[in-house]
């Protein structure tokens, strides 16, 4: 019935687990579609080209952005990111819902240019906890814990610009959440007014 699917935007601080909801959320759900974004950062231990990533060289990237072939992007930890834009419009435009997790800067970009997407925001609990979370991960340099923990308050600072905020407490009940986002909003009658009277359009006999 929907002439067009959801661009579900996903973003929040380092360490309150947006990653991990995303994937609860595609594990559960067949129905969504993931963005797989470019960057010129270096793959991890067992990222794969085309699934985790799309990794360009910077000069790549930088043609990219010349031919307006990214939604948005932006520097991330000293790393260009990019949503693909081809790939995302068509799936919206047949109807078909697609999440970005993204940085805060690429959402808000997102929002300039397509201000009828789903908005999400994922905070942690607490800052204790946001801080236990990053420092568990075991990954991040004593400068990168730093960096990552002190822009924590900058981005929660940045709420107001979306729609609905997630506190991720439990994985499950913050992914039970996110669904019910969804389902809301696939049902939200505004954008749908046309489709709904098309299919129910006056008959020539009955009501
Ligand atoms: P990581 O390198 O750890 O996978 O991701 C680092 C950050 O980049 C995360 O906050 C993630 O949400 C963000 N990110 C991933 N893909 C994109 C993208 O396409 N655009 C923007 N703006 N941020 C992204």
Redesign the pocket.
Known sequence: MRTKGLLIVV?GP?GAG??TICKELLNRRDDINI?V???T?EPRNGEKHGV??FFLGRDEFESGIEKDAFL???T??N?L???PKDYVMEKVNAGEDVL????I???L?VKERYPEGVFIFILPPSYEELRKRIIGRGSETEESLKTRFSSAYDEIKLVNHYDYFIINDEVDKATDLMVSIIVAERNRVMGNVEEIMRTFKKEEKGC
């Not at 970005?100 to 940085?103: A, K, P």
């Open positions: 973003s380092s947006k990653g963005s974004s470019a960057t950062r985790n990533y948005e992007h932006a991330v930890y790393n990111y990019g949503t970005l997790e993204i940085d800067q690429g959402a970009q």
